[in-house]
C-alpha cells in the first residue's frame, strides 16, 4: 500500500497537466484512513477532467460491486426506475461510460471477476506481459489493433 500511495502523489502531476480524469473503484474502507484519503483527494481534484479516465480498482470484485450496489438500492428505496439503470446508477463506475478496451497482462485469460456489468460489450486484449513491464509502447500497439475493429455492442 505504501507503494500505491507513493505512484498516487508522484503521478498527481500528470493528471493534473494532462486533464486525466482518476477513478479508484472497489470497496476502500478496508484502507488505511491516510491512504484512502489521498486517494478521495486525487479523485476531487481530477474530477472536472475530460481527456482520459484512469480507473484504477483496488480491493475490487465484481460480485462484490453487484452486491454493493443492489444494497444501496434496498436503502433508497427506488422502485420506479428500470432495474439495469438502477443498478447502473449504484456501482462503482456510476456516471461513467461502459468499459470500451479491456487489457488482462500476466497471460491470464480470463476476466476474473473485474467489471462484469460495465465490460459487457467491451473489446477485450490479454498480453502475456506482466503489469510492471506493460509499457506505454504496449499500450499503444493495444490501441492499435482495437481502432481496426469493428464493434456491434450486441448486434449482428
Given amino acids: 500500500m505504501r507503494m500505491l500511495k507513493k505512484y498516487l502523489i508522484k503521478e498527481r502531476a500528470t493528471y493534473l497537466e494532462n486533464q486525466i480524469r482518476f477513478k479508484a473503484i472497489g470497496n476502500l474502507e478496508r484502507f488505511n484512513p491516510d491512504l ?4 478521495l483527494a486525487l479523485e476531487r481534484d481530477t474530477a472536472p477532467h475530460r481527456a482520459l479516465t484512469q480507473v484504477l480498482a483496488l ?3 465484481a460480485r462484490d460491486e453487484i452486491a454493493r450496489a443492489c444494497a444501496q438500492i434496498l436503502r433508497h428505496q427506488k422502485n420506479s426506475a428500470n432495474m439495469q439503470d438502477l443498478i447502473g446508477a449504484h456501482l462503482d463506475t456510476a ?3 461502459d468499459v470500451d478496451l479491456l487489457v488482462r497482462t500476466g497471460g491470464e485469460m480470463r476476466l476474473s471477476n473485474f467489471l462484469l456489468w ?5 473489446e477485450l486484449f490479454f498480453s502475456p506481459v506482466l ?3 506493460f509499457t506505454p509502447k504496449h499500450l499503444q500497439e493495444i490501441i492499435a489493433q482495437f481502432n481496426q475493429r469493428q464493434r456491434k455492442f450486441g448486434k449482428v
Avoid at 484512502?36 to 486517494?39: E, F, K, N, W
Avoid at 460495465?118 to 467491451?122: C, D, F, P
Fill in 36 to 39: 484512502r484519503q489521498t486517494i
Fill in 59 to 61: 480491493n475490487y470484485g
Fill in 95 to 97: 456516471g461513467m461510460p
Fill in 118 to 122: 460495465q465490460s459487457s460489450y467491451a
Fill in 131 to 133: 503489469w510492471p513491464d
